[in-house]
């Protein structure tokens, strides 16, 4: 049998035919050739053509066969590859398998180069625990409803960051993005999404991607409430985590002997040495402001690099040295207004915590400033930095 692909065989029986017209055009103009001579190659014309046919349709079986072949070797490399998601694991079984189906439809089913998009959705079903195999996903997108995008629009409404971001990486694993770029498009508007939300979401979707988190650096936002806790599933928790930045921290309350000045708390401080009653003998005592604040964001708010967090006055210890014949010195306090600069572009996070006082039985009061990822989450925060 000749081997020729179905493409090929029908490009030679078009050209076939065409070769046929030719020659009976010749004929009718006049042509000079022999009756019998016209009559075998015209016979040849057909049984060429068909011939051509008859390859055609026994390799259209052999087509679908392969496509099973190939459906069922996607199968079995996504199940042993899972891609787990705890946003769409934790969704209804009927949420499931619209939000599969519904992606199938929209870039899988009727398309071209469809195997690498297959295979990531058929990971992606199996990671969320919907056991369907790649024929299941082709043959639901063929058979989703558009008209049921209200619904799931509807019940992935909280969800919508994490569809989107599925949407856009399945449409990076085409080998040409952009077209697909207005269905994307189409289904951020159908979640109301406004510029920077598609912005932040193709952004994250290309960080995967690329496995770059490089990448999550470059994204700006001008709306942080909306970003906190968003792409668990997308994020890597240890990039979290390493953008946690301390810029500092401050001391809000002091306690100190009853009679004890600032220089001789500093002093001693600065020697060790402990206070009597420190080691049981009861003490009186007072609290001290060293710090005061005089400009403080609020928790949460945006901050750009090299934005004050923070302005307070403090006293700050020197050591004063006198001019006479023993050159002798003196411990001094001043106070000065500091600032506290974000050393990059985040959020302002703040945590309040204390530390034992040199004072028997009493606490310090600090505050640690942090500015941190759009993307992090303040009570997870406070739970590591506190743990």
Known sequence: MINFDIEE????????????????????????????????ELREIEARIEQLHSEIEKMKPQAEEEQKENYAAITRLAYQ????????????EHVKKMTIGSLSYFFVADKQDIYDRMLYLCR???????????????????????????????????????????AFMIAGLSEDVRNFMPVVADLAQMFDCDKEEIRVIAQVAKSV??????????????????????????????WIIDQRI??????????????????????KSNTNKTIPGST????????????????????????????????????????????DLFRSSEIKT??????????????????????KSRIEGKMD??????????????DSFLYAVQG
């Open 9 to 40: 065989m029908e490009q030679s029986s078009e050209k076939a035919e065409i070769d046929y017209k030719k020659n009976v055009d010749q004929r009718n103009q006049g042509v000079s050739m022999n009756f019998t001579d016209i009559q075998v």
């Open 81 to 92: 590859h899972p891609v787990k998601n705890e946003t769409f694991l934790k969704t209804t």
């Open 124 to 166: 992606l079903s199996k990671g969320i625990g919907l056991e369907w195999s790649a024929e299941d996903i082709y043959k639901e997108g063929l058979g989703f409803d558009e008209r049921d995008m209200g619904n799931l629009c509807r019940d992935l409404w909280d969800d919508k960051y994490a569809y989107l971001t599925e």
């Open 209 to 238: 991607l690329e496995d770059n988190t490089d990448i999550l650096n470059e994204i700006q936002v001008t709306v942080p409430e909306r970003w906190c806790g968003q792409f668990r599933d997308y994020i890597p928790y240890k």
């Open 246 to 267: 301390k810029c500092d921290e401050i001391c809000t309350v002091r306690w100190m002997g009853k009679d004890e000045s600032d220089e001789e708390y500093e002093a």
């Open 280 to 323: 049981g003998e009861k003490q009186e005592s007072r609290k001290r402001q060293p710090a005061t604040v005089k400009m403080q964001l609020e928790n949460g708010n945006l901050v750009k690099k090299g934005d004050c967090i923070l302005e307070y006055d403090k006293l700050s210890v020197f050591r004063e040295t006198k001019q």
């Open 334 to 355: 001043k106070k000065q207004t500091k600032k506290i600069l974000a050393p990059c572009d985040g959020i302002v996070y703040y945590v309040d915590f204390e530390k």
């Open 365 to 378: 009061h600090y505050m640690a400033i942090y500015v941190v990822s759009y993307f992090d989450d303040y």
